[in-house]
């Protein structure tokens, strides 16, 4: 396999990993949160968190570009204030991806963790735990098919993502060139070869992530719709 293959794919795979973390660490919070609070405010507030779901990428991008770009009122700020610059790095890309990716992970865990039976917190309560011992002991184990499929949904759409990414960290051969990036790029080259490897490898990764959530998904249970 070329350097113009390797090179891309494992900058792929540390910006998809990265920002899965990202996007798992606040999704499974956020989810936790949004779980069994059916009220109007939650509605609005489920809303607009996944928006990306549904926002063209290229808008999503611009609209990081106005809050993290040099001009932002985030961007100007972290450069100013702590020499951090976001755009046309692979630190960007990250934000992008982990933006992008974050509904998957959020949806995920707020089903999963409003199917985990209310009973069987309210049993641990009464036995003398807490709401730590609660949530890690009872509510995570019960819910931890659904939001691993979740965040392996986040893996593959951040893996593959392009819009977004293209727009705030450019396509820097090496530094920001993702697969994704790099397939466009191969094909606007006429490099052929190149862009078949390239979708070969993305196709690969995103079918046995997609396999793997399914296998993952948690099972329905009798009686309920």
Known sequence: MSSD?????????????????????VGITIGKALGRRRTFARDVAESLLTLPLVLPPTVLGYYLLVVVGRRGWIGSWLEDTLGIRLVFTWQGAVLAAAIVAFPFVCKSARAA?????????????????????????????????GILAGVLLAFARAFGEFGATLMVAGSIPGRTQTLSIAVYEAVQAGQDDLANLLVLLTSTACIAVLL??????????????
């Open 5 to 25: 293959a390797i090179v891309p794919l494992l900058l792929t795979l540390k910006v998809a990993s990265l920002a899965t973390l990202f996007a798992s660490i």
């Open 113 to 145: 963790f409003e199917n985990v039976d209310v009973q069987l917190e309210q049993a641990a309560r009464v036995l003398g735990l807490g709401a730590a011992a609660v949530f890690f002991r009872i509510t995570l184990p019960l819910a931890w098919r």
């Open 212 to 225: 793997l959530a399914g296998r993952l998904a948690p099972a329905r249970i009798p009686g309920r719709s």
